[in-house]
């Protein structure tokens, strides 16, 4: 058909999966059915709508190119782009852009431990060092919630916003706002865990966040400024060696502005 052919080969394993030889060749010949109404529907649309045709070749040649330059950045900076960000770099663009960076919602700072509700031990001990973290107790009490808790968070710099927090305690057995505004110690129960939450600080809505909390916000906005910066400089360097290669030339009448080669 229009000097295009299906041959045995392509419809091998066609209806392989039927039970009955006659299910296997009806399999086969709705196959062959349906490639025949492809091929006349396409020639028909090629027939019929030429400029459209040209168009969408146009579009595919300019997908297939992109795609491809798109693939060979992607590859260079996977081999040549460092993307380790340092603290120093972080905290300057921090203090440079901090008014550019407001909260969405309010967001806390909290330490805690979830605990089998039957679980007694250590308790007056942890309400303390939750209420009084020092050098001296810290490491104890990172000792007992690795030894003890189910789910814990101890440390000093993580900051959550209220969906994260429902996610992981029970925030409707408590007042959240006085909790944080009072940074106050919160123990509650369910019938299965005890809840020990220490409120270290909070930030309301519309003021700027601590740079531990835009912390991976400004590592991507930084590394992606490398990578533009890389990538212009990658297109200067072929130009230029392009260039000096004799490697194209360019035409220009006297109307036209000469062409910029950085």
């Not at 979830?114 to 250590?122: F, H, I, R, S, Y």
């Not at 916003?161 to 009072?182: G, I, M």
């Amino acid at each position: 058909m229009y000097d295009e052919y299906l041959y045995p080969s392509d419809v091998a394993g066609v209806g392989s999966g039927a039970l009955r030889p006659e299910d296997s060749l009806l399999a086969v010949r709705k196959y062959i059915e349906s490639w025949v109404r492809h091929k006349l529907m396409l020639r028909m649309a090629e027939e019929y709508l030429p400029q459209e045709q040209q168009q969408m070749q146009q579009r595919l040649r300019d997908y297939q190119e992109s795609l491809l330059i798109y693939l060979y950045e992607h590859s260079l900076l996977q081999q040549k782009l460092d993307t380790t960000i340092a603290p120093q770099e972080l905290e300057a663009y921090y203090e440079e852009h901090k008014n550019s960076f407001q909260l969405k919602q309010p967001i806390v700072q909290l330490r805690y431990l979830v605990l089998d509700v039957q679980q007694t031990a250590e308790l007056d001990s942890i309400r303390q060092w939750l209420r009084r973290p020092n050098a001296y107790n810290q490491p104890k009490l990172e000792g007992i919630a690795a030894d003890l808790a189910i789910r814990y968070d101890v440390g000093e710099s993580r900051w959550y916003n209220k969906e994260d927090l429902w996610a992981f305690l029970p925030v409707d057995l408590f007042d959240l706002e006085q909790a944080y505004l009072n940074r106050s110690l919160v123990e509650v129960s369910d019938s299965a865990f005890r809840y020990l939450i220490r409120f270290l600080d909070y930030r309301n809505k519309g003021m700027t966040p601590p740079l531990e909390f835009v912390r991976d916000e400004i590592s991507l906005i930084l590394v992606n400024k490398r990578k533009t910066a890389f990538l212009q400089q990658l297109h200067r360097d072929m130009l230029q060696q392009a260039q000096r290669n004799n490697h194209f030339q360019i035409y220009l009448t006297d109307t036209i502005a000469p062409f910029p080669v950085p």
